[in-house]
């Protein structure tokens, strides 16, 4: 149980184009969806939270206009990245929490995004 | 906010040896920590959790002691195997069921 899926798997985009990426719990409702961003070597960042039907949390410094989040069902939350750079490349990882105990998270398999 | 430093980055041990990687946290209010370990491009996973009701947990070769009072925890991996290397990151729990993590432990088991 307490299976998260990510799609794509990996992505490469033009500079100035978008990317959607997609989270979903698969076995489980995830009442609240999180959306990390990882770069080579280092740890993961939390860019927001999310939860179903309402507006997305960013963390302090995460462009909200940027990365636009959804969360339309308790299954699905989607990170879209608008006009992309090159420092955008990296690797977002989505998790889950809603089953089991407080605070425990079930991640997604992440996606790399590479923008050229 | 919360802030949490992992110690050391990176740490070598010979197979059979035990590993021992340190956290420490800063939020009184935290009362949840648990480890990851994640291999190269793939995602973390949960190998041990703790909350601040309990003082240590064990699973296997693999435990985890608290000090709330000091505000720090451990993770502790006895007799390592070459598929022990990976990089570890222990997380502190937050307000809104969020986690900060750690800056990560790089484990190599050397055979």
């Known amino acids: 149980g307490a299976v998260v899926s990510q799609h794509p798997s990996w992505v490469i985009c033009k500079s100035g184009t978008s990317v959607k990426i997609e989270c979903r719990s698969l076995d489980f409702q995830a009442t609240t969806m999180f959306w990390y961003r990882q770069f080579p070597k280092q740890s993961l960042m939390l860019m927001a939270t999310?939860?179903?039907?309402?507006?997305?949390?960013?963390e302090q410094g995460v462009e909200k206009d940027k990365f636009l989040i959804n969360h339309a069902s308790l299954t699905l939350s989607t990170l879209t990245v608008t006009s992309a750079h090159p420092e955008d490349s990296s690797f977002y990882i989505c998790?889950?929490?809603?089953?089991?105990?407080?605070?425990?998270?079930?991640f997604g398999p992440g996606t790399r995004l590479t923008v050229t | 906010g919360e802030n949490v430093e992992q110690h050391p980055s990176t740490l070598s041990v010979q197979e059979g040896d035990s590993a021992v990687i340190k956290c420490t946290y800063s939020?009184?209010?935290?009362?949840?920590f648990p480890w990851y370990k994640q291999e190269l491009g793939k995602r973390p996973q949960l190998i041990i959790d703790?909350?601040?009701?309990?003082g240590e947990k064990k699973d296997q070769r693999i435990a985890v002691t608290l000090n709330k009072t000091a505000k720090h925890f451990s993770l502790h991996i006895t007799e390592t195997q070459p598929e022990d290397s990976a990089v570890y990151f222990c997380?502190?729990?937050?307000?809104?069921?969020?986690?900060?993590f750690g800056a990560g432990t790089i484990l190599r088991v050397k055979s």
């Open positions: 939020d009184s209010a935290s009362n949840y």
């Open positions: 997380a502190a729990s937050i307000g809104g069921n969020k986690l900060v």
């Open positions: 998790s889950a929490t809603g089953q089991g105990p407080p605070y425990e998270q079930y």
């Open positions: 999310s939860n179903e039907g309402s507006k997305a949390t960013y």
């Open positions: 703790i909350r601040s009701n309990v």
